[in-house]
């Protein structure tokens, strides 16, 4: 459907229109040849943006509309949008402006409930008179111009401006013609008459709305379908309580949308006729209500309408507004007024056009706080007329806890200029009533210390070979066999022989040295964690620090690794930390034949380390007979028969090895230096990792000797740097240099 033209689309739809054919049937007849229902979708919002209205007034004709048919509105507007002028004034919406710019509401009326008793019948209506029972017909007949339908040979029906009741009664009654006794339970035939499609009207609107014009719609719509099709009353200027309805020059209702917005009210929202005309009047008083009101908007207020009102229109205060009084900005003939308005005054207070009210907040402040923390059992606020004095402040808090400093509270007081002070009070005292009472005064704090809020936070703690160590909160009578307890007991390696205690240097220095802060102690405590009676008396204090020992001789296995040409590869635990790689080796069986001691690598950290263990098998005193350390590798590979060759070469490749050949043969192989190649900076990589570089002398090279899975490397030539002296620079040393021979010269003939 997307390749069709526009004019296409509408010469489709006049064609099935012009067939008699609704909107349900022209769907439904897409479906069956194939369209989905997204490509429905798109053709019915192609035939509604086709058919909108122009903004300046148009007139939309259409064909009788079939009750199965969705209303004309569908198809004839798209949902208007309202929008305030750019230079209004507020920002604030106008109450009510969002009602017909809502496009999740239309006001669409319902073609699919039963005929309205009310209903009148005009041209274009079209009836369905079914006849049942010992007799069967089916007539479906529309109202001519005349309005009269037409049945068989009867002369015409004259049913236009009946109600569906009477036309009923006329048509049976002439019906009887040719069916003798129709409705009556001695013939057995009967009939019924409802309505099929319906005839559409013509509906004038006018004045201050968004879309004025001339619309055709559904007979069955009211004033609110008018006004949601036209855009609704202008935002700007136009009023929301004043809609007038006419009809054959005579106002016959006067609608007020607020009463629809306020309280669901559509006794004014009535059905609409042919040539009925909608006027939206200029909006006569408007007022701004801004602040802590449930809805902030700009009202229209009519006469005899209070600020109560305008209130109410709000939906009243929120929790937080300050209803004392009001401030109201007034536009005066010369400049702007500012108003107070009491609460008293509300009610009768009438508002003028322009008006600006502003409702505050309340104050962060209380009027009768008083506070209480610290050591009571219910710290919080409180009433002050409830709590007048400090002593009945501290009842109502449930009283002072039993850790409660007694000797001074304090409470913290604001002066008259809002400058804090700080009493002072002695609790004992005064809960002994040695003193007299203190009133309070409203936002005074009464701080209660605890006896734990003014030192330091008490604890021990404990290191070592312990389970869980760490630091403990103290408490009195705690001795080191409780503390071991509270640590997760002795760890595996712990020795309960060596227990040391640190303690601070408070006093008592006796039988301390000058420089010594710490006083230490020591204590055997065995397995089961008992003391003797001497040592068992001891007690700890706040911050002692215990160290538990770990047995001398305890220790966690290590391991290393060997693998290749032993006959035992694997894992092995280092025995004591004297053993050296050669004891590895003995101890993994030796070397098998075809072990290469040359290519071994070592590995220690991730890393590897340069070691001949050729040369230390031979000799084990030698210095490259490490020590063995958690975590090392020893690999013995097979003998390698390979050179490689990389780098700056022609032909970087491996090849064989020949013991009679020289590196330079190698190199050779290689196809040569390239000319980027850096000679005398070649090197060897051999298969245990050492390096050994070619060494020259009086442009004699002496490259290294070559050994089994050895790598060659040719490094590149580094780049030339330039000279970091500019070309001015340069000029002015060879000046320099030049004036100081000639100086030095000059001095030379002299002598």
Known sequence: MSDLTDEQVRQFVQQAKSSGMSETQIEQLALSRGFTADDVKKMRERIAALNTPAETGATINSPSVSREQNDQNKLSTAPPVAARSETAEAELPVFGASLFSSSNLTFEPNLRIPTPKNYQIGPEDELI?????????NYRTKVSPEGAIRLENLSPIYVNGLTIE????????????????????????????????????????IGQVVKPGTYTLSSLSTVFNALYVGGGPDPDRGSFRDVRVYRSNRLIRTLDIYDFLLRADQKDNIRLQDQDIVFVNHYDTRIELTGEVKQAAIYEVQKGESLKNVLAFAGGFTDKAYTASLTQRRNTPKELQIV???????????????????????????????????????????????????????????????????????????????????????????????????????????????????????????????????????????????????AGGFSDGATA?????????????????????????QFNLNEQLRLNETEARF?????????????????????????????????????????????????????????????????????????????????????????????DSIHIPRKTELVKIRGEVLNPSVVDFNRGKSLKSYLNESGGFTSKAFRRKTYVVYANGKINRTKGFLGIRNYPNPEPGMEVVIPPKPPRSDSKLSAPERVAIMTGITSLAAVVLTIIRLF
């Open 166 to 205: 009477q036309a009923e009664q006329r048509i049976i009654g002439r019906l009887r013609q040719l069916y003798s006794g129709l409705n009556t339970a001695s013939s057995g035939i009967f009939a019924t008459i409802t309505l099929g499609s319906i005839r559409s009207i013509k509906v004038t609107l």
């Open 497 to 521: 022989s060596r227990i040391e205690i640190a303690r601070r240097v408070r006093n008592d220095t006796t039988d301390l040295l000058n420089d010594q802060n710490v006083r230490l102690f």
């Open 129 to 137: 008179i079914d006849v049942y029972g010992n007799a069967q017909q």
């Open 539 to 631: 007690m700890l204090k706040p911050f002692d620090k215990v160290y538990v020992r770990t047995s001398p001789r305890y220790e966690s296995q290590k391991s290393v690794v060997i693998t290749g040409e032993v006959p035992y590869p694997g894992s092995y635990p280092i025995r004591d930390k004297s053993e050296r790689i050669t004891e590895l080796i003995a101890r993994a069986g030796g070397l098998r034949p075809g072990a290469y001691l040359k290519a071994s690598r070592f590995i220690r950290n991730g890393e590897l380390v340069s070691v001949d263990i050729n040369e230390i098998m031979t000799k084990p005193s030698d210095s490259g007979n490490l020590l063995l350390l958690e975590g």
């Open 340 to 486: 107070t308005v009491p609460s008293t005054d509300i009610p009768t207070f009438i508002p003028h056009r322009g008006d600006h009210y502003s409702v505050g907040a309340i104050i962060d402040r209380y009027e009768n706080r008083v506070t209480i923390k610290g050591a009571v059992f219910r710290p919080g606020m409180y009433d002050l007329k409830k709590s007048p004095t400090l002593r009945q402040l501290i009842s109502s808090a449930e009283g002072l806890r039993e850790d409660a400093f007694l000797n001074r509270a304090t409470i913290r007081r604001l002066r008259e200029n809002l400058d804090p002070q700080l009493l002072s009070v002695d609790l004992g005292k005064l809960m002994r009533n040695e003193i007299e009472d203190i009133s309070l005064q409203r936002e005074d704090i009464v701080s209660v210390m605890a006896y734990d809020d003014l030192r330091e936070r008490r604890t021990v703690s404990i290191q070592g070979a312990v389970n869980k160590p760490g630091t403990f909160e103290y408490a009195d009578s705690l001795s080191v066999a409780s503390l071991i307890v509270l």
